[in-house]
């Protein structure tokens, strides 16, 4: 099955359509991905449990995000070289980015394995459940690698027009996730979560790794390395890895959060998180819309002035504020409804003052 689509001279709706629904698929399946050890460690292990690995979350959540907006700035990059049918730009690309990806990931890796008591520490982590969060995450973290290239491989495929097989990669990680969680949870106990994901990460990689040599999309010569691309590599990768958005369903806040642990005081919680935030996920949606768009106008820096508007500025003063005030989780909660409403509009300016420049260039 040919996976691959012409936006110069196809239908550009079309286009559209065919690479944003498996990406929007792909998302889902992510979700479902990192779902899954909540869901099984909740059941299986209880609260302690469960508390240990919302308290490894943050650092994983940090860590996906530098993996998904890096490698979408390298895409940046890359999909302007295939749309030129510049072939020697895009092995020069290629060799460089790979490069940059491999000692990247494994160079954090490193360090944050030096680091992880000290980061646990400052993430103000309960003694209850520091050492269980910190055996999940010493384990977590020698995937990273894997995670890392499954992201830069995912993000080279759709500089190529190809977003189907990031869902049918993703597919098969879930479901081995799904499957190996309860019997290495029972065989190994909490840190059988750990190992589970670990090796569903790299089973996803190796995957990837045959499907890209099976279609032999571009060739990789370590000659093709070039300093030229090393500093517009980390220019539009690092500004988007700050981007980072969270889908959520309302009215099954309160059944799914019993799926994981069964509290009706955290139900409660998250019950009223979502009737308040709710809504701020559709606007959440059309940011990333027009951020993407900026995005692949070649212009991150931009999204990520509305990313520091967005959490530096509003989100996190307020939620100061109001919690100051009184107002508790729900004026937490206000904070965020209010960052998301402040984002669409700012994006939405962004998007559309960076659209009529674009017009602009093209009609001059």
């Not at 690479?19 to 869901?39: H, K």
């Not at 597919?171 to 569903?200: H, K, V, Y």
């Not at 937490?332 to 017009?359: F, R, Y």
């Amino acid at each position: 099955m040919n996976f691959e689509m012409d936006f110069i001279s196809g239908d550009t709706k079309k286009c559209l359509l065919a690479v944003s629904l498996p990406m929007l698929a792909a998302m889902f399946l992510n979700m479902a991905y990192n779902l899954v050890d909540s869901l099984w460690i909740g059941n299986l292990m209880g609260e302690t449990a469960y508390a240990a690995l919302t308290g490894a979350t943050p650092l994983i959540l940090i860590l996906n995000s530098i993996a998904m907006g890096g490698t979408n700035g390298i895409s940046i990059l890359l999909s302007r070289a295939v749309g030129a049918r510049d072939k020697k730009s895009i092995e020069s690309i290629v060799a460089t980015s790979l490069v940059i990806a491999v000692l990247l990931s494994g160079g954090m890796t490193l360090l944050l394995e030096l680091l992880l008591k000290p980061i646990l520490t400052f993430l103000q982590t309960p003694q209850e459940t520091y050492q269980m969060a910190y055996e999940y995450l010493s384990i977590y973290l020698i995937g990273y690698l894997a995670v890392y290239l499954y992201c830069y491989f995912t993000a080279v495929l759709r500089s190529f027009g190809n977003t189907v097989f990031q869902v049918i990669a993703m597919l098969i990680c879930t479901i081995l996730n799904a499957i190996l969680d309860p019997l290495f949870i029972r065989w190994m106990g909490f840190q059988g979560a750990a190992e589970a994901t670990l090796l569903s990460q790299g089973l996803c990689l190796v995957f990837m790794l045959l499907y890209l040599w099976k279609k032999k999309l571009f060739a990789f010569h370590i000659s093709a390395f070039s300093k030229k691309w090393i500093i517009p590599l980390f220019a539009k990768g690092i500004p988007a890895a700050f981007q980072q958005s969270i889908p959520a369903v309302v009215l099954l806040a309160r059944p799914l959060s019993g799926l994981f642990v069964d509290s009706e005081a955290a139900a409660e919680i998250v019950r009223t998180y979502f009737l308040i935030i709710g809504i701020g996920y559709i606007l959440n949606t059309v940011t990333n819309c027009f951020l993407g768009a900026v995005n692949g106008m070649g212009k991150p820096v931009k999204s990520l002035c509305c990313m520091i508007l967005y959490y530096l500025i509003v989100r996190m003063p307020l939620a100061w504020l109001l919690s100051f005030l009184g107002f508790g989780l729900n004026g937490i909660w206000t904070a965020v409804l209010v960052s998301h409403i402040v984002a669409a509009a700012a994006a939405c300016l962004i998007g559309n003052l960076e659209l009529k420049s674009q017009e602009r260039i093209l009609t001059d």
